[in-house]
């Protein structure tokens, strides 16, 4: 009876082992699972990040693009408002020395007129 007893001890015992080793390669696997599900959540958080910093980073281009066309732009304009400003400036300074060589035209024939006409004068005295 007493090897009897021994013998259900020990296969008592074989099965608490083996109960324990499977709880153990049960808590590891689980533990194993929980690990990779770790890892690809932080894979895809990784991801993401890297798509938003992407994100992130293509739009400010974008804005700095903008700017620097906006920038170009005004700087053209602003360009074309000097040359006309410079264009009405010479246009304006033409149209004087156009006035000033008109009124020296006709200061010259007033003076021809006059000297034509005191020679006329002088003819007849």
């Known amino acids: 009876m007493e090897l009897r007893r021994e013998a259900e001890l020990r296969e008592e015992k074989m099965r608490a082992d083996?109960?324990?080793r499977e709880e153990l390669n049960v808590a590891r696997e689980k533990a194993q699972a929980?690990?990779?599900t770790k890892h690809k959540q932080f894979i895809i958080q990784?991801?993401?990040d890297l798509q938003q910093q992407k994100l992130e980073m293509e739009?400010?281009?974008q804005i700095a693009q903008m700017e620097l066309m906006e920038r170009r732009e005004l700087e053209f304009q602003e360009q074309?408002?000097?040359?006309k400003?410079?264009?009405a400036k010479e246009m304006e300074a033409r149209m004087l020395l156009e006035r000033q060589l008109a009124?020296?035209?006709r200061k010259t024939l007033k003076l021809e007129?006059?000297?034509k006409f005191r020679r006329h004068d002088i003819a007849e005295s």
Do not use: F, G, Q
């Open 18 to 20: 083996m109960l324990a």
């Open 34 to 36: 929980e690990i990779k």
């Open 46 to 48: 990784a991801s993401n």
């Open 59 to 61: 739009t400010k281009m």
């Open 80 to 83: 074309k408002l000097r040359e």
């Open 85 to 87: 400003d410079i264009t």
């Open 103 to 105: 009124e020296e035209k």
């Open 113 to 115: 007129y006059e000297a």
